[in-house]
């Protein structure tokens, strides 16, 4: 079963423009990580953030998460083509449970 | 360099048939996952070990579905037998669990892509 459920499922963009992607949860978590997924590879980390912090960077990614409201959001800015992939949140919860979201598939156009 | 190793990478396998997918975890990692990719399903965790313990495989059919770490560099999941619904990409991934920081990232193989006719 997905612990998150991510929107939207499908997002085309243009260059240069930026990305956001959201990813709402159901049980308490001690972080969430953000990863993403190449057609036909394996998952690649991209970042997490901690139950305690609210915003997180990483070049041009920014993550903020609010436990309150049990969701976080994904922006890349000054996307670029080779930005184009699936990205998965993912919470690790009970027992470090690590389980991921449905994903949204990103399409930057030129 | 790091990673981890999943094979083998395809496998083509008639209903009924044992299928045994095997993983290779980075070295020191301590938590190895196995997931099942579907379009329909998207990422399912099948089961997971800590110190080669399996912690929970609540995800797995248990029937036919079996997830073992017989030592700290190879786990394996088995099925048997394999039916058509059992087509997916199944992907190992492993990571460093600490007590006060819990999970950091999870190194993710290429997967496997099993297809049963």
């Known amino acids: 079963s997905q612990q998150g459920e991510e929107d939207p499922q499908a997002l085309s963009i243009q260059e240069g423009e930026n990305a956001t992607m959201n990813c709402s949860y159901k049980?308490?978590?001690?972080?969430l990580q953000w990863y993403r997924q190449n057609s036909g590879r394996g998952l690649v980390h991209l970042i997490l953030i901690r139950s305690n912090e609210r915003e997180k960077h990483s070049g041009r990614l920014r993550v903020t998460l609010d436990t309150s409201k049990k969701s976080s959001s994904l922006l890349i800015t000054a996307s670029r083509a080779a930005d184009t992939a699936s990205y998965f949140c993912a919470t690790d919860a009970f027992w470090n449970k690590l389980t991921f979201g449905t994903g949204t598939q990103l399409k930057v156009e030129l | 360099d790091a990673r981890v190793t999943q094979t083998p990478r395809h496998k083509v396998t008639e209903m009924g048939q044992e299928v045994t997918m095997r993983c290779q975890p980075i070295l020191g990692h301590n938590t190895v996952f196995w997931y099942r990719q579907t379009m329909m399903q998207g990422l399912e965790l099948l089961a997971y070990f800590r110190n080669r313990a399996p912690l929970d495989d609540s995800g797995m059919p248990k029937d036919r579905f079996s997830a073992e770490m017989p030592d700290a560099t190879l786990a394996t999941l088995k099925i048997q037998p394999s039916e058509p619904r059992d087509s997916a990409v199944y992907f190992c991934a492993s990571g460093l669990v600490s007590v006060d920081r819990g999970n950091t990232e999870a190194f993710f193989g290429q997967g496997t892509r099993l297809t049963v006719v």
């Open positions: 049980t308490s978590i001690n972080n």
